[in-house]
């Protein structure tokens, strides 16, 4: 028996068949972190709210912004926009809150807006620039869209490591 994405694979080969039989097609959902675009595969997504109140934690990096609650699992709750650097922004009615499954751990990510669900050939998709500073490994790739835009693909399990969410005990 395969995995979900197994089957999902198995289903969007299916549909594209006739099309061609070998353009692979990656389906992300876009949204904007300050100046720039990024993407995520849609299948590491578990669903997208609007901002909630959320509980300050102490001792973690300060793009933690601390916990809240969803149906009740706490769920850390991470500023993309601390993480990667650009300036912080007020929470307006385009903020969303992006929940994903990281390592079977549910974190949920601030971004400023959604863009769009992508479909790109996985040939459009480019290895990080070797200029790119990428220590933390989480660039997937650069993807080139139709309209001219250039994306950045997020390697969504190193995002956040476990030992940044849980507060440090003495």
């Known amino acids: 028996m395969g995995s979900l994405n197994d089957i999902v694979k198995k289903q969007q080969q299916s549909l594209t068949e006739p099309?061609?039989?070998?353009?692979?097609?990656?389906?992300?959902?876009g949204f904007v972190v300050g100046e720039e675009e990024f993407a995520v595969p849609i299948l590491s997504i578990q669903e997208i709210i609007k901002p909630i109140e959320w509980t300050r934690v102490p001792f973690v990096p300060d793009y933690v912004l601390g916990v809240f609650n969803l149906r009740g699992n706490v769920l850390p709750l991470i500023?993309?926009?601390?993480?990667?650097?650009s300036p912080a922004s007020e929470i307006d009615e385009n903020t969303r809150f992006i929940v994903?499954?990281?390592?079977?751990?549910?974190?949920?990510?601030?971004?400023?807006?959604?863009t769009s669900a992508i479909r790109i050939p996985k040939k459009e998709i480019l290895p990080p620039p070797e200029t790119?500073?990428?220590e933390d490994d989480i660039i997937e790739g650069v993807g080139r869209l139709k309209d001219g835009r250039i994306i950045t693909i997020l390697?969504?399990?190193?995002?956040?490591?476990?030992?940044?969410?849980?507060?440090?005990?003495?």
């Open 19 to 29: 099309e061609k039989k070998t353009e692979e097609i990656v389906q992300l959902v």
């Open 79 to 85: 500023d993309l926009r601390k993480k990667f650097g």
């Open 100 to 114: 994903m499954k990281i390592k079977g751990e549910d974190v949920a990510f601030v971004i400023d807006r959604l």
């Open 132 to 134: 790119y500073n990428n």
């Open 155 to 170: 390697k969504v399990d190193n995002l956040i490591k476990r030992e940044e969410i849980v507060p440090e005990k003495d």
